[in-house]
């Protein structure tokens, strides 16, 4: 019986990490934006458009100041329909 077990590899691992990351920062900023809805006495439509609001302006600002694709030109996010 051949068995091949398929070792991750760093770099894999890393772009993982990165991912996760990534999806960290954004649900933060979303946080954030809710925090501050709530704090102005916002009702719930509020505080998801401005926790929605903050969390895509935040990573896109991230994007840009990282020099990366933007949420809009990433392709892999585009081909899962």
């Given at each position: 019986?051949?068995?091949?077990?398929?070792?991750?590899t760093?770099?894999?691992?890393?772009?993982?990490?990165?991912?996760?990351?990534?999806y960290t920062?954004?649900?933060?900023?979303?946080?954030?934006?809710?925090v501050?809805?709530?704090?102005?006495?916002?009702?719930?439509?509020?505080v998801?458009?401005?926790?929605?609001?903050v969390?895509?302006?935040?990573?896109t600002?991230?994007?840009?100041?990282?020099?990366?694709?933007v949420?809009?030109s990433?392709?892999?996010?585009?081909?899962?329909?």
């Amino acid at each position: 019986m051949n068995q091949i077990t398929q070792v991750p590899t760093f770099v894999g691992l890393l772009g993982d990490l990165q991912e996760v990351v990534e999806y960290t920062g954004t649900v933060a900023f979303a946080i954030t934006g809710a925090v501050a809805a709530g704090r102005k006495e916002m009702d719930l439509v509020g505080v998801v458009a401005l926790g929605s609001l903050v969390s895509v302006g935040g990573g896109t600002m991230r994007d840009l100041l990282l020099a990366t694709a933007v949420l809009v030109s990433k392709p892999s996010l585009m081909d899962k329909t």
